[in-house]
């Protein structure tokens, strides 16, 4: 079936640093692909999504690329924040609007 | 425009009691979605509604979990009897049809 995975964390970075997360799928088809991403003791919210090959989905600074040929969707940011700390998840659209998330990233932010 | 409500916010139980949980999506939102996440995990899909009509539910331990969405608004999730490794946040989500999912805060269970 499919499914979504994603590189471990925590992450650890310096504030100004270049972000990278990982995040590969496999799935039938061409399915939406989002980053979704928690703040402690809050309900997920979407970051950014992509619905078909080579689309780029970008929000606050983040980006991502679906790439078809690596089936890959990672997140980039060039320079972090300490208020970009929070627990990021990548997903996709397992047909008719469900989602199947990968296990999550939690990235920490030092000043 | 509101977002998703759910509560309680925070749950403690005793293994073998039950236990209810509330959603309230936004208005007009015709799917409503209840996910499972585990500490340490990525959320999964327990059930989804489609108006007041399951659509898919094939990942809810029916023996203990159900579900119902009266009226096509709100919803309640409930087990009977929670197990030990029920404990987690259980997320409602809601959208509109073909559209990205607007999450609540979840609530957060702790069977002991």
């Known amino acids: 079936g499919n499914s979504v995975t994603q590189m471990e964390g925590p992450v650890t970075l310096s504030e100004e640093a270049f972000l990278t997360i990982n995040c590969t799928y496999t799935a039938t088809g061409y399915p939406s692909l989002f980053w979704y991403v928690q703040y402690p003791g809050e309900g997920l919210q979407l970051l950014l999504k992509?619905?078909?090959?080579?689309d780029k989905g970008s929000n606050k600074g983040f980006e991502a690329t679906y790439r078809k040929e690596t089936t890959s969707f990672h997140l980039e940011k060039g320079s972090v924040q300490v208020s970009d700390s929070a627990v990021y998840f990548c997903a996709l659209d397992n047909q008719g609007g469900k989602l199947i998330f990968g296990q999550g990233t939690e990235l920490s932010v030092k000043p | 425009e509101a977002g998703v409500a759910q509560s309680p916010r925070y749950k403690i139980i005793e293994k073998r009691q039950s236990v209810a949980f509330w959603c309230n999506p936004i208005?007009?939102?015709?799917?409503l979605y209840w996910y499972q996440q585990i500490l340490g995990q990525g959320p999964k899909l327990l059930i989804q509604f489609q108006n007041n009509g399951v659509v898919d539910d094939s990942q809810l331990p029916k023996d203990r979990f159900s579900a119902e969405r009266l009226k096509g608004v709100d919803s309640t999730l409930k087990i009977q009897p929670a197990k030990l490794e029920d404990s987690a946040v259980y997320l409602c989500a809601s959208s509109l049809l073909g559209q990205s999912h607007t999450f609540g805060s979840g609530t957060r269970l702790t069977v002991v």
């Open positions: 992509a619905t078909k090959a080579d």
């Open positions: 208005s007009g939102h015709a799917t």
